[in-house]
Protein backbone atom coordinates (compact mmCIF):
# COMPACT_ATOMS: atom_id res chain seq x y z
CA UNK A 1 0.00 0.00 0.00
CA UNK A 2 1.59 3.37 -0.95
CA UNK A 3 1.05 6.22 1.28
CA UNK A 4 0.32 9.56 -0.96
CA UNK A 5 1.60 12.84 1.04
CA UNK A 6 0.40 16.09 -0.24
CA UNK A 7 3.03 17.86 -1.62
CA UNK A 8 3.36 21.34 0.11
CA UNK A 9 4.36 24.19 -2.37
CA UNK A 10 7.48 26.01 -2.20
CA UNK A 11 6.86 29.63 -1.22
CA UNK A 12 7.03 31.46 -4.17
CA UNK A 13 9.79 33.73 -5.01
CA UNK A 14 8.49 37.27 -4.81
CA UNK A 15 10.05 40.13 -6.43
CA UNK A 16 11.13 42.73 -4.43
CA UNK A 17 8.36 45.70 -4.89
CA UNK A 18 7.74 47.80 -1.39
CA UNK A 19 4.60 47.00 -0.11
CA UNK A 20 3.03 50.41 -0.89
CA UNK A 21 3.20 50.02 -4.41
CA UNK A 22 1.83 46.65 -4.08
CA UNK A 23 -1.12 47.42 -2.07
CA UNK A 24 -1.62 50.17 -5.31
CA UNK A 25 -1.74 47.59 -7.70
CA UNK A 26 -3.72 45.50 -6.12
CA UNK A 27 -6.71 48.37 -5.56
CA UNK A 28 -6.17 49.13 -9.05
CA UNK A 29 -6.86 45.83 -10.02
CA UNK A 30 -9.96 45.86 -7.62
CA UNK A 31 -11.11 48.75 -9.35
CA UNK A 32 -10.55 47.78 -12.57
CA UNK A 33 -12.33 44.38 -12.17
CA UNK A 34 -15.45 46.27 -10.80
CA UNK A 35 -15.60 49.19 -13.77
CA UNK A 36 -15.27 46.48 -16.46
CA UNK A 37 -18.13 44.32 -14.56
CA UNK A 38 -20.05 47.77 -14.71
CA UNK A 39 -19.30 48.89 -17.99
CA UNK A 40 -17.09 51.74 -16.83
CA UNK A 41 -14.10 53.24 -18.95
CA UNK A 42 -11.14 54.24 -17.07
CA UNK A 43 -8.04 56.87 -17.46
CA UNK A 44 -5.88 57.54 -15.21
CA UNK A 45 -4.53 61.42 -15.00
CA UNK A 46 -1.18 62.34 -15.98
CA UNK A 47 0.82 63.47 -14.24
CA UNK A 48 -1.21 61.99 -11.18
CA UNK A 49 -2.27 65.11 -9.43
CA UNK A 50 -4.07 63.37 -6.64
CA UNK A 51 -6.77 61.51 -8.22
CA UNK A 52 -6.11 58.16 -9.17
CA UNK A 53 -8.80 57.36 -11.73
CA UNK A 54 -11.56 58.87 -13.43
CA UNK A 55 -13.99 56.41 -14.40
CA UNK A 56 -16.88 56.89 -17.30
CA UNK A 57 -20.18 55.60 -17.41
CA UNK A 58 -22.13 55.86 -20.77
CA UNK A 59 -25.65 55.51 -21.41
CA UNK A 60 -28.57 57.05 -23.13
CA UNK A 61 -30.61 56.76 -20.10
CA UNK A 62 -28.75 59.27 -18.31
CA UNK A 63 -30.78 62.52 -18.33
CA UNK A 64 -28.09 65.43 -17.77
CA UNK A 65 -25.16 63.81 -20.21
CA UNK A 66 -24.91 60.59 -21.96
CA UNK A 67 -21.23 60.12 -20.34
CA UNK A 68 -21.03 60.54 -16.86
CA UNK A 69 -17.78 60.56 -15.17
CA UNK A 70 -16.05 60.63 -11.81
CA UNK A 71 -12.84 60.99 -10.06
CA UNK A 72 -11.82 58.33 -7.53
CA UNK A 73 -9.21 57.88 -4.60
CA UNK A 74 -8.18 55.31 -3.71
CA UNK A 75 -6.52 54.93 -0.41
CA UNK A 76 -5.91 51.21 1.80
CA UNK A 77 -4.92 49.69 4.61
CA UNK A 78 -3.94 46.19 6.38
CA UNK A 79 -4.83 47.21 9.80
CA UNK A 80 -8.28 45.80 10.23
CA UNK A 81 -9.83 42.34 9.71
CA UNK A 82 -12.33 41.90 7.41
CA UNK A 83 -15.88 43.70 8.06
CA UNK A 84 -14.75 45.19 10.94
CA UNK A 85 -16.93 45.27 14.09
CA UNK A 86 -17.33 48.25 14.59
CA UNK A 87 -18.65 49.36 11.10
CA UNK A 88 -15.91 51.41 8.97
CA UNK A 89 -12.56 51.49 8.23
CA UNK A 90 -10.27 54.71 8.24
CA UNK A 91 -7.54 56.33 6.10
CA UNK A 92 -5.24 59.00 6.27
CA UNK A 93 -5.77 61.97 4.48
CA UNK A 94 -3.67 64.76 3.80
CA UNK A 95 -5.28 67.97 4.75
CA UNK A 96 -5.01 69.44 0.99
CA UNK A 97 -6.16 66.15 -0.55
CA UNK A 98 -9.22 66.16 2.45
CA UNK A 99 -10.26 69.69 1.19
CA UNK A 100 -10.06 68.77 -2.81
CA UNK A 101 -11.81 66.09 -2.10
CA UNK A 102 -14.85 67.53 0.10
CA UNK A 103 -15.09 70.76 -2.02
CA UNK A 104 -18.64 72.07 -3.57
CA UNK A 105 -20.05 73.10 -5.65
CA UNK A 106 -18.53 69.84 -8.36
CA UNK A 107 -19.20 69.56 -12.01
CA UNK A 108 -16.86 66.02 -11.84
CA UNK A 109 -17.82 64.21 -8.12
CA UNK A 110 -15.25 62.65 -5.89
CA UNK A 111 -15.50 59.69 -3.88
CA UNK A 112 -13.05 57.87 -2.20
CA UNK A 113 -12.68 53.91 -2.18
CA UNK A 114 -11.13 52.62 0.87
CA UNK A 115 -9.55 48.88 0.90
CA UNK A 116 -9.24 46.38 3.25
CA UNK A 117 -5.85 44.23 2.34
CA UNK A 118 -4.56 41.55 4.05
CA UNK A 119 -1.31 42.03 5.60
CA UNK A 120 0.20 38.75 4.30
CA UNK A 121 0.97 39.14 0.48
CA UNK A 122 0.52 35.64 -0.10
CA UNK A 123 -3.16 35.76 0.93
CA UNK A 124 -3.70 38.77 -1.51
CA UNK A 125 -4.81 36.35 -3.95
CA UNK A 126 -6.65 32.82 -4.68
CA UNK A 127 -7.28 31.24 -8.28
CA UNK A 128 -8.98 28.23 -8.77
CA UNK A 129 -10.81 27.05 -12.28
CA UNK A 130 -13.88 28.50 -10.86
CA UNK A 131 -12.88 32.07 -9.63
CA UNK A 132 -10.24 34.42 -9.22
CA UNK A 133 -10.77 36.17 -5.61
CA UNK A 134 -8.75 39.51 -4.82
CA UNK A 135 -9.25 39.91 -0.88
CA UNK A 136 -9.93 41.69 0.62
CA UNK A 137 -13.21 44.85 0.13
CA UNK A 138 -12.77 47.84 -0.71
CA UNK A 139 -15.77 50.44 0.43
CA UNK A 140 -16.98 54.07 -0.91
CA UNK A 141 -17.72 57.06 0.84
CA UNK A 142 -18.35 60.67 -0.55
CA UNK A 143 -16.52 63.35 1.52
CA UNK A 144 -18.58 66.50 0.95
CA UNK A 145 -18.25 68.33 3.55
CA UNK A 146 -15.61 67.11 5.79
CA UNK A 147 -13.25 69.21 7.27
CA UNK A 148 -9.28 68.82 8.56
CA UNK A 149 -9.07 67.67 12.06
CA UNK A 150 -5.27 66.72 12.29
CA UNK A 151 -2.46 69.22 11.90
CA UNK A 152 -1.39 67.74 8.35
CA UNK A 153 -3.47 64.76 7.80
CA UNK A 154 -6.83 63.51 8.76
CA UNK A 155 -8.61 60.18 9.71
CA UNK A 156 -11.41 59.44 7.54
CA UNK A 157 -13.82 56.87 8.67
CA UNK A 158 -15.37 55.27 5.75
CA UNK A 159 -18.72 53.04 6.34
CA UNK A 160 -18.07 49.22 5.76
CA UNK A 161 -22.11 49.37 4.87
CA UNK A 162 -21.08 50.96 1.28
CA UNK A 163 -19.28 48.10 0.04
CA UNK A 164 -17.34 49.02 -3.58
CA UNK A 165 -18.63 46.35 -6.30
CA UNK A 166 -20.07 46.55 -9.51
CA UNK A 167 -23.64 47.21 -8.53
CA UNK A 168 -22.79 50.08 -6.11
CA UNK A 169 -20.99 52.04 -9.32
CA UNK A 170 -23.98 51.41 -11.04
CA UNK A 171 -25.84 52.85 -8.51
CA UNK A 172 -23.65 56.11 -7.84
CA UNK A 173 -23.50 56.25 -12.14
CA UNK A 174 -27.52 56.52 -12.08
CA UNK A 175 -27.66 58.45 -9.84
CA UNK A 176 -25.40 61.36 -10.94
CA UNK A 177 -26.62 60.65 -14.63
CA UNK A 178 -30.00 62.14 -12.99
CA UNK A 179 -28.70 64.59 -11.68
CA UNK A 180 -28.10 63.74 -8.71
CA UNK A 181 -24.86 63.04 -6.12
CA UNK A 182 -22.85 59.98 -5.87
Known amino acids: MTI ?3 RIPEDP ?11 EMLQDSYLRAV ?4 G ?10 GIDWVLSHNSGLHTVDSQIDIKVQLKSTYQYN ?14 DRLVFMAAEPVIIHRILVAMIIPKEVAAWVVATHDFLSLRHCAYW ?3 TGLRPTGKEETSVKVSTANVFDDIALCAIMKRIGAGGKP
Request: aromatic share 0%.
Open 82 to 95: PNPPNGHVSVKLSN
Open 141 to 143: AVL
Open 40 to 49: CTMAKPDPDD
Open 13 to 23: LRGDLRLKSRM
Open 35 to 38: AAAA
Open 4 to 6: VVP
